[in-house]
């Protein structure tokens, strides 16, 4: 079956051609790439400074190692380099992009923002850019963005990067924060489908702000992430497995009916947990926070990545996509990977 969001949505997805005539435009996902900080921090290194063990910090957090950018590097050169590298594997030049999204909320400085930054270093000098704030619910919300910039017909090519370096934000001290996060940059180009097989689905969106969403907070006056870990824990389990299920129902599919289930890399008992919330086989879960941590906003292209490289990931895969943040944000989409010759 493939997924009908165009056709559920009508009036968002009719663009003129050029003869005047109505035409249906499906946004689809082209290719995905990563940049990923190659300075490395272990458990074990961070379980001596933080004075307890490495194996407690892994069995509450899934994670052994992550990538930490150095204090001279910045967000938008690796920004740059992951837009760089999807748009040479999607076969689409920079000039061609109508739009940039940095979805980020780390960018180098408060102005210049980081997607202006980027488009300008990838030479994409006729598309807009802004910045997307909706923490690691931020790259889901940039996708939502380019599909319907592109079903309406008002951008042709658009460039999502998911962007972000946490450990800037977390306290060294802190053992509920610092074990957990990490720094990344991946992108996904977004076009016209270039076959039946490729497709965006219906996005589901949510928010709450909440007094509960006080259970994330990065403050002005430090810039330093707080976090409920166990209040964090129960509501994203809860609204990323609700969103799954509202974006699965409304693409007229079955949980059954998905082939790869790439949910935002938070925490490996929030990944299990939600997993076993909705009965899924293990196999079909990416799980790749050991090694990469919870970048925020780059999790989901990582996944993505991690996934294709390993062969699970391929044109025409029928993918759900989840994430939940700070607040509080969260989504769930489903799509069919693209690809394919231009």
């Not at 979805?103 to 930054?117: F, N």
């Not at 709450?208 to 509501?235: C, F, N, T």
Request: proline share 4%; glycine share 10%.
């Amino acid at each position: 079956m493939m997924l009908q969001s165009a056709l559920a949505h009508p009036e968002t997805s009719a663009a003129l051609a050029d003869d005047g005539s109505a035409s249906l435009i499906r946004a689809a996902p082209y290719a995905v790439a990563i940049a990923v900080p190659p300075t490395r921090i272990t458990s074990a290194e961070l379980a001596e400074r933080l004075g307890t063990t490495e194996e407690w910090i892994v069995s509450r957090t899934g994670v052994r190692e992550r990538p930490v950018a150095e204090p001279g590097e910045r967000l938008s050169d690796y920004a740059t380099r992951a837009g760089a590298a999807a748009l040479e594997r999607a076969g689409i030049e920079a000039a061609e992009l109508d739009l940039v999204v940095a979805a980020t909320m780390t960018a180098d400085e408060l102005t210049p923002y980081a997607s202006t930054v980027v488009a300008h270093g990838l030479g994409a000098d006729h598309a807009g850019a802004f910045d997307l704030g909706a923490a690691c619910t931020a790259f889901l919300s940039g996708m939502a963005v380019a599909a319907a910039q592109i079903e309406t017909g008002r951008c042709r090519y658009v460039l999502v990067i998911g962007a972000d370096f946490i450990s800037r934000l977390t306290d060294p001290t802190d053992r509920r924060t610092t074990p957990l996060f990490s720094d990344a940059a991946g992108a996904v180009v977004f076009g016209p489908a270039r076959t039946e097989s490729a497709g965006i689905g219906p996005i589901v969106l949510g928010a709450d702000g909440s007094d509960a969403a006080r259970a994330i907070v990065i403050a002005h006056h430090d810039r330093k992430l707080q976090m409920d870990g166990p209040e964090v824990y129960r509501h994203a389990v809860a609204r990323m497995a609700e969103a799954s299920l509202a974006a699965v129902e409304r693409a007229g599919l079955g949980l059954e009916d998905i082939d790869l289930f790439a949910f935002h890399q938070a925490n490996r008992r929030i990944t299990h947990a939600l997993g076993e919330r909705l009965g899924l086989d293990p196999s079909r879960v990416v799980d790749c926070i050991e090694t990469l941590g919870n970048s925020s906003a780059a999790t989901l292209p990582l996944a993505l990545a991690t996934a294709e490289a390993d062969g699970r990931l391929k044109p025409g895969s029928r993918v759900l996509l989840a994430a939940f943040g700070g607040g509080f944000t969260w989504g769930a989409a489903v799509i069919e990977w693209g690809g394919g010759e231009r």
